[in-house]
């Protein structure tokens, strides 16, 4: 399973209104990421002003009477490890948020939410939510450390479990429910005993006891109150924050966007009981009527998608035409299970009705210089060979279209054996061993992409397409091989030696290669008040690499359309500088994502020379009966089309015993005739 980044949140409050409130980063992100906490507080009244930390200095708290401080997961994880091998704390950007927290804990009679990142099974990273509880003073002493120890054990860990642990009752994008995480009567307890002055939020739970599907969400988080100081907070988890973002959770936000709404309301409440907990110093139930913001409901963006894609028509490419006219129903698979019976199951895959194929080909585990395996190339070569000849033959007798082919190619798969040149580091320190720093054009991108889909497409055009023009490549982005380490490149990274020599050079200042470390490196930037610069600079080549991809793979294949995947849509320095190198207007590229929102962001994306057609994505397991298939339509209304997780599931035996958490997943219980029958007739309805 994924391992997702996720933050926490401190926001001190003062009583008056219209009060500003400071947002603090420590993840180096773009304050999009935090539109929804935004708008919702500037309809409370709340005067939000975004830095990251590196931007300003402890003291600077006492001019603003609100602060958000936002935590990365790598503040905890380097934290443990600092403390782990009893080392003192050095690095300057750990030393920093230190000193925001201890300045926080010194205040009296302040109002401080809380919005933690997920601690999943790590006892380290929950012992780092226990360590910055009890800094922060949430409870009164001396019983303090008995009373935090039972709350953060019994009470927090089961809302800081990843969304993946949790699950959820009604339809995500990738999860159905399980088990209720919140047990009542352990907060009952706490409260008989004396040990907590508070209640579970938000305390208007109408929501959630009115709706079946919501009802394991609650509680969104706790209200703590320290008599001693005064000081009271408001503890939550980042997926309830920001769920519905850009950077939303694919398995926490539903596929339904009338239960998105929902839990936005719920948040909202939340939000407003903390608003007045500022103002009045106390916790009090919301009576106000509460009403989303426009720019919030998704449903107000469907004429906006509409406009939006009949203005985009007039200036695509024409390689662009079929999915002006039929929108995108693509379907990921591999090959695999299509040999046992090769003749049935391409029939099978044309009588679905879908319109592009994204082949999980992996060639650079055969082709690339360091391949995972290299006597398979031979093997590999005739697979694909018999399934395109197969596609030909079958096109021909059942007089049904061959769908767009495109090539997937996940890049980092041999980095899993072969440990990268230049691996990444994020400005925490911390080194991936198993990941390539993003930037590296000449040792990752050139050798394990270009050079690879070079020899795959003189193959395919020598022999193993059987005549088939190939569509395009599909960039697969997630990396599967060190899902231990991250699934992504993350907006803390990259203080490589690579990207500091690139630095280097474009300041023109050479001795600064003397810093070699990277809290050398961070204490040099901020200090100099350099550190946006400086992502800046790195922002800007990846999007030269991205460009760099995209002229190569047109020059090599003049009317391909480039495609990729990843969780979420592009929101960090990284992936926005290399989307916006690998897109334009008239050539957009498809992505597919487990994102159920875009149109909402669609203009921001644009803002950032990032143009896409997206992808939503739907899981076989989710199409299980008759009426599950109107979910098509339903997501169709407000993308570019939809992916479906994976097509060739089809041609396996269905799961019986619910012990393979992706096999299950991905399959559907319908029988695979039933299944196509029903799958083309709600495809047919996009045909021209």
């Given amino acids: 399973m994924t391992k997702i980044n996720c933050m926490v949140f401190l926001t001190f409050i003062s009583v008056s209104c219209n009060q500003k409130i400071l947002i603090i980063d420590t993840a180096n992100n773009d304050p999009y990421i935090y539109r929804t906490i935004i708008t919702l507080s500037e309809k409370l009244g709340f005067l939000p002003i975004y830095k990251n930390i590196y931007e300003i200095e402890p003291n600077s708290i006492d001019n603003f009477p609100t602060i958000i401080f936002s935590f990365h997961g790598s503040y905890f994880t380097a934290t443990a490890q600092e403390l782990g091998q009893k080392h003192s704390i050095n690095h300057p950007l750990l030393k920093r948020i ?31 939510a226990h360590q910055l509880l009890a800094r922060l003073g949430t409870f009164e002493k001396p019983q303090m450390d008995s ?72 509680p969104l988080g706790f209200y703590l109150k320290n008599k001693a100081n005064g000081n009271q907070f408001f503890i939550t988890h980042s997926s309830a924050v920001h769920f519905a973002d850009i950077q939303e959770s694919f398995i926490y936000n539903p596929v339904d966007h009338t239960l998105r709404k929902k839990i936005l309301e719920a948040v909202y409440t939340l939000l407003a009981e903390f608003y007045n907990a500022a103002e009045t110093k106390n916790l009090i139930q919301n009576k106000k009527k509460l009403i989303i913001p426009d720019s919030l409901q998704v449903e107000l963006y469907r004429n906006n998608q509409r406009n939006i894609q009949t203005q985009r028509a007039s200036i695509l490419d024409q390689k662009y035409y079929w999915i002006i006219h039929e929108g995108i129903s693509c379907g990921w698979l591999t090959i695999g299970p299509y040999e046992k019976n090769m003749n049935k199951a391409v029939e099978n895959l044309l009588k679905c009705g879908l319109n592009m194929l994204w082949l999980e080909l992996r060639p650079e585990w055969q082709l690339s210089v360091q391949a995972l395996d290299p006597d398979g190339k031979k093997a590999f070569f005739k697979r694909v060979k018999t399934f395109t ?30 440990p990268p040149c230049n691996p990444a580091i994020d400005m925490y320190g911390s080194v991936y061993s198993k990941i390539p720093s993003p930037l590296d054009f000449e040792k990752f991108w050139k050798p394990e992409l270009l050079d690879v889909f070079d020899a795959f497409y003189a193959a395919w055009q020598n022999s193993i397409g059987n005549g088939i023009p190939l569509a395009g490549i599909f960039l697969d982005f997630e990396m599967y091989h060190a899902q231990n380490q991250t699934g992504q490149f993350l907006a803390t990274m990259d203080f490589s030696d690579l990207a500091w020599q690139l630095f280097v050079k474009k300041m023109e200042k050479p001795e600064l290669a003397k810093f070699t470390k990277t809290q050398e490196r961070f204490a040099y930037l901020m200090d100099n008040n350099l550190l946006n610069t400086y992502f800046q600079i790195l922002q800007k080549k990846a999007e030269k690499i991205g460009a760099m991809i995209r002229n190569h793979v047109h020059t090599k294949l003049p009317n391909s359309i480039i495609a990729g995947y990843n969780l979420n849509l592009p929101h960090n320095w990284f992936y926005k500088g290399l ?50 298939f109107t979910k098509i339509d339903d997501l169709l209304q407000f993308h570019d089309g939809i992916w479906f997780n994976r097509i060739s599931r089809l041609e396996e035996p269905r799961p019986t015993n619910g012990k393979n958490l992706d096999f299950d997943l991905e399959s559907t219980p319908l029988d695979t005739q039933t299944f196509i029958s029903l799958l083309n007739q709600a495809l047919s309805k996009y045909k021209p």
């Fill in 579 to 628: 989307l916006a190198g690998l897109s334009s207007p008239e050539n957009p590229v498809i992505f597919a994502t487990f994102s159920n929102e875009f149109y909402p962001h669609y203009d921001w994306l644009t803002k950032n020379n990032i143009h896409l057609l997206h992808m939503p994505v739907i899981l076989l397991s989710k199409l299980q009966k008759k009426e599950d």
């Fill in 147 to 218: 009373t935090l120890e039972n709350f953060t054990k019994k009470m927090l860990l089961p809302i800081l479990q990843s969304d993946a642990s949790k699950s959820f009752r009604y339809d995500t994008a990738l999860l159905y429910a399980q088990e209720k995480p919140y047990d009542e009567k352990i907060w009952e307890q706490l409260e008989k005993n004396g040990e907590i002055i508070g209640a579970p939020l938000p305390l208007d739970s109408t929501i959630f006891k009115t709706s079946h599907e919501l009802e394991p969400l609650y």
């Fill in 98 to 128: 230190n000193s925001f927290i201890d300045e926080i804990s010194k205040q009296n009679n302040k109002t401080v939410l809380l919005i933690m990142p997920s601690t999943g099974k790590s006892a380290a990273l929950l012992g780092m």
């Fill in 389 to 418: 000849k197969t596609l030909v033959a079958k096109s021909q007798e059942l007089k049904l279209p061959i769908p767009k082919l495109f090539v997937g190619m996940e890049m980092t798969g041999n980095f899993i054996k072969y």
